[in-house]
């Protein structure tokens, strides 16, 4: 069983930074994943990409993000990184950890709580 394991979430005031982190644990020899990302969801809403970043690096970002938040990862260590910097009280939410495994198996981690005060 592999899981994803994130870190990092925190209450910071509005301008502030965090780091976020996800790594897999578990039964994860000869587990490489194709495509890693970080979707968030906020009360009400529906859960939504913040970013996405493939094994060769490759990067996408949602527009309400760009410019601010930095996704990045470490293939052989299967981690994925957020920078969320300039955090606004819309960033709150609950940030999920996503990633898909070369087999097209997809994993979810439990999330970590970032709220931003104004």
């Known amino acids: 069983q592999v899981q994803l394991v994130e870190s990092g979430g925190g209450l910071v005031q509005a301008g502030g930074s965090l780091r976020l982190s996800c790594a897999a644990s578990?039964?994860?020899?000869?587990?490489?994943?194709?495509?890693m990302a970080w979707y968030r969801q906020a009360p009400g809403k529906q859960r939504e990409l913040v970013a996405d970043?493939?094994?060769?690096?490759?990067?996408n970002y949602a527009m309400s993000v760009k410019g601010r938040f930095t996704i990045s990862g470490d293939n052989a260590k299967n981690t994925v990184y957020l920078q969320l910097n300039s955090l606004k009280p819309e960033d709150t939410a609950n940030y999920y950890c996503?990633?898909?495994?070369?087999?097209?198996?997809?994993?979810w981690g439990k999330g970590t709580q970032v709220t931003v005060s104004s």
């Open positions: 970043i493939t094994s060769g690096g490759g990067t």
């Open positions: 578990g039964m994860v020899f000869g587990i490489r994943f194709k495509t």
């Open positions: 996503y990633a898909r495994s070369t087999w097209e198996v997809d994993y």
